[in-house]
């Protein structure tokens, strides 16, 4: 692990801990049978803290103190967890942060309950109009809105991909795919946050969604591959989940264009069967055509390309704010995306 | 039908036009496949217009124009059909006005989706703070969120007692539930709301979520008994859905208590069983049994009851308001909870 990881996992850390304390306190008024049990449970299993650290360093690289940017941090972090919730349902997924998810342990019903709840716990913190003052609390609601309604545009595209088995794709679809269901609320959304509260609305935010988006993407590619790497228990999901479930990564489309006709076929036939229907060895022989079509490889290289426009789309956002340590984080994201292995 | 009956379901035509063109431009924008179709569903099926024209007519009976009320009663209507997206897949129902439900369209995981997305479309009439200013807008989404949390509050314990195939259940256990699960959103927030933006904030609120309590648990009531009498295409839903579902409606509850020990005994297996294991003459057979044991006419005499305790609670309310045909309406829903057959 380089030097530079180690750094940025312990700052991501210590965020981590700062918003994990904050959602445990909001949470701490609800208490209602078959529901209060049941958001607590993702947000204390632990994230990696991205999205609110992103959120919360963009705001100190642009001037602002953490506390002004401490509620919208919240509120992305409680989304995060919203989204977790109904994805794993739809995805049928099976672990979450090493742990059953919400529905295995209590059903669907009552699991799309708590999502629901979850999301609507985290629009509290953006009432608070105290801190940031009317109009930018507006925007700032108006930023969180804009952001969860393009999330379901990009879940609509992936759920319905894999509804009607679309294979006609290309990494340009991929990447139309990604920058909403990811880099929306993941990157982007973080980003203009920061800069927005950290300025006072004061700095254009069209140049940070550039360097969002590019980020976010490459966040998304190193989980496809994560998705097919090492043992699922240290990703803390589904071992090859991804391929089980049918999901139209990186890795999948390119698979798709370099297999010949007939196993291609056989590729298009796996996907088109229901999830409960693709058996082990089949999921393990899609694992292994990737590796030997170079798919996992093509991934790799185009998360590289992904970072190195990252790093200009960093310098042209970042080019007037002062060097910081927060500026330093930010930029040091970008080959974290490359390496993280959780 | 009596001619109070007509002239409601006459107006709350009216405002169900109203609101059904005010959805529709909302709509209008959203163009993402996958998504578009799915959230227009459901209101361009058309509703009742029971709660966005009771929000209009109490702001419109505290003196404010119905302009003013507008954007709090299209939220209304959007986050009752969001509720409906995810109610109808919580409950495995197979239609819904008429037609199949959006899952049985569209399968689980994209209906879900879409009703993220539209509960999200619900809360942007609310952001528009040029109409009631910033303050009074602010209290608005406040109570709206409010509500939303209760809603989930209220279904989380509806599913719950479902799950784990709760029975020891008193009126009193129905109230709680249907006061979070139902009125909170079917009548104390649209009565909360429009006295909110109609006496611009000057009115105390609390006479009239007592009033919306028992006009929307006399609304429930009669919502579970439509759902046993007549057909089910009458009422656009599943014919004996509630019975087939297992829902703890103030009639099952009632034959629980009423029945002899072994019956009992064979009504909590029904109860405990898949709701797929419940065999139709099983689903005929309970329906009967509330028939003989006078659960209907209990649930009946409940709901009489409830609807003289909203009628004091309605003078209470609105005791100091000048007299107009708004008030008139308002009134009017009373007999109208008990009679109405849709």
Redesign the interface.
């Known amino acids: 692990m380089s030097a530079t990881l180690t750094t940025v996992e312990e700052t991501l850390a210590g965020y981590a801990r700062l918003i994990g304390e904050e959602v445990e306190r909001r949470l701490a008024r609800?208490d209602?049978?078959?529901?209060a049990s049941?958001v607590r449970e993702y947000p204390r299993r632990g994230g990696k803290g991205m999205r609110p650290g992103l959120l919360i360093a963009t705001c100190r690289a642009f001037g602002g103190p953490t506390r002004e940017a401490l509620g919208a941090a919240v509120s992305l972090e409680l989304l995060h967890n919203a989204f977790l919730i109904?994805d794993d349902?739809?995805?049928a997924s099976r672990r979450r942060r090493g742990l059953p998810t919400l529905h295995e342990l209590?059903?669907?019903?009552?699991a799309?309950?708590?999502g629901?709840?979850l999301?609507?716990?985290a629009?509290?913190p953006l009432?608070d109009?105290s801190v940031l003052g009317?109009r930018l609390a507006?925007r700032v609601?108006?930023e969180v809105?804009a952001m969860?309604?393009q999330t379901?545009?990009g879940?609509?595209?992936e759920?319905?991909w894999r509804?009607d088995n679309v294979v006609a794709l290309a990494p340009a679809d991929y990447l139309e795919l990604v920058s909403k269901k990811t880099c929306c609320y993941s990157t982007v959304a973080p980003l203009r946050l920061g800069a927005l509260i950290g300025s006072r609305a004061t700095v254009p935010l069209r140049s940070l969604a550039r360097f969002g988006f590019h980020l976010g993407a490459a966040f998304q590619v190193r989980d496809d591959l994560l998705s097919v790497m090492g043992s699922g228990a240290v990703h803390g999901k589904d071992a090859l989940g991804d391929i089980r479930e049918g999901k139209r990564t990186l890795m999948l489309l390119h698979l798709l264009g370099a297999v010949d006709a007939s196993r291609r076929a056989w590729l298009v036939e796996f996907l088109g069967e229901p999830e409960e229907a693709r058996s082990d060895a089949d999921v393990a022989l899609v694992r292994e055509l990737m590796e030997r079509h170079g798919s996992l490889e093509f991934a790799r290289a185009y998360a590289d390309r992904l970072a190195v426009a990252a790093d200009a789309a960093f310098e042209d956002a970042f080019a007037g704010v002062p060097r910081s340590e927060h500026v330093e984080f930010i930029h040091a994201l970008i080959p974290y995306m490359l390496e993280r292995t959780a």
């Open positions: 609800e209602s049978p078959y529901l049941l109904h349902f739809q995805d209590h059903g669907a019903p009552l799309i309950n708590a629901d709840a999301a609507t716990f629009l509290e009432r109009t009317g507006r609601l108006d809105l969860i309604v379901t545009e879940q609509a595209l759920l319905g509804r």
